[in-house]
């Protein structure tokens, strides 16, 4: 079937076709004023259809982005807006473009590709995984943690977009798999018109070290972001929503999965839910892993990496990893074939995983998602930085 797809890169006069098969997907009507909004959009982005005689039958979109990976700026596609006609499904037209997608963004020199899954099996087999989870609160007022006097203020209104931007670049790079947020992601995606009231919490020197974005209404408090940088601004932040106890019943907010809150709370048993949020690809091996600050190291490390990818074949082969003692790597296809004994056999979704921060090598070994002789496979948990997954954003 996959040799009468035709593909095409849409442009701007396919957008009322485009928009009309997501309202169908995804159960929408799209109002006038948000129209105008999404056709600039849709202009940004790289969006590919499958047609058949004549007519689009299933699209994706292909969105440039920026992800922070230890601290790293890499270059991510990110998928989105992923949509079939019914009378076209079960016809592999999504596995097609989702191959063609990844040509592209191969092309593009985007390592990595994000998506938000309706399935994550789907996804699986075509060699995204989970790289994130995150936790989400139900706190109720009688829960909240104790006020706390801190030095600095909290401002009320609407801050300036650097402030704003300043903390969360900050916070950011703490994070693996972060959006680096440009202006336009800032206006569109994250202050968009009308939504949450905004505060800042300013350290006695005057600098902003946290920022929550949140709504009040039903007698809920609801954040959107909450954005620390050190515990005094964390105390301040909390205060703050503690001192609209007389408004409100409950608070919600989502933080990363390995946050502390219920712990520092005088009664833990609050609401608390692990959520499984994005799904990661790497889309090169060579331009990922090139660009991967590993940790350094006392000598250096070579190790043999089997790389199973039925779905991006540039990725597929034994690649010959070389770690200098800097954290710098080198990584090339190996130019004969090396015996199992000697190397660490891994699919695509395994070491994207691993690269990732959101599992560990020794821990993959364990439920047999990595094999390979267990001093390579130590060599590469102690090659890989510990640092956390979070994604604050969604596409």
Known sequence: MQNEMEFRKLTADAFEECMALSEYAFQFVMKEEQREKRQKQFEKHNVWGVYDDGSLGAKLHLIPFQTYIHGRSFDMGGIAGVATWPEYRRKGWVAGLLKHILEEMNRNKQSISFLHPFAFAFYRKYGWETYIEYKK?????????????????????????????????????????????????????????????????????????????????????????????????????????????????????????????????????????????????????????????????????????????????????????????????SIWKASEPASEDQTVQMDIQSLTAVLMGYRRPAEMAEIGRINGPAEAITALENAIPVRETYLLDFF
């Open 137 to 329: 609160y139900k706190v109720p007022i009688s829960h909240l943690p104790a006020k706390k006097q801190t030095p600095g203020v909290l401002r009320r209104g609407n801050p300036d977009l650097d402030v704003l931007k300043s903390v969360y670049n900050a916070y950011a790079e703490r994070y693996n798999g972060m959006l680096v947020r440009d202006d336009a992601w800032w206006k569109d995606s994250v202050l968009t018109e009308g939504t949450s009231q905004k505060a800042v919490y300013y350290d006695e020197a005057g600098q902003a070290q946290g920022y929550i974005l949140y709504e009040v209404k039903e007698r809920k408090f609801a954040i959107d972001e909450i954005i620390h940088l050190n515990e005094e601004a964390r105390q301040a932040l909390w205060t703050f929503i503690a001192n609209h106890d007389s408004m409100i019943e409950e608070v919600t907010l989502q933080a990363p999965a390995s946050d502390t809150l219920a712990y520092q709370l005088d009664n833990p048993r609050i609401q608390q839910e692990i959520i499984p949020y994005f799904m990661a690809r790497i889309v090169s091996v060579e331009q990922f892993i090139s660009q991967y600050p590993f940790a350094s190291q006392d000598s250096p490390v070579q190790i043999a990496l089997q790389v199973k990818d039925a779905h991006a074949p540039w990725n597929e082969g034994v690649w010959q990893l070389n770690v200098a003692m800097n954290g710098t790597a």
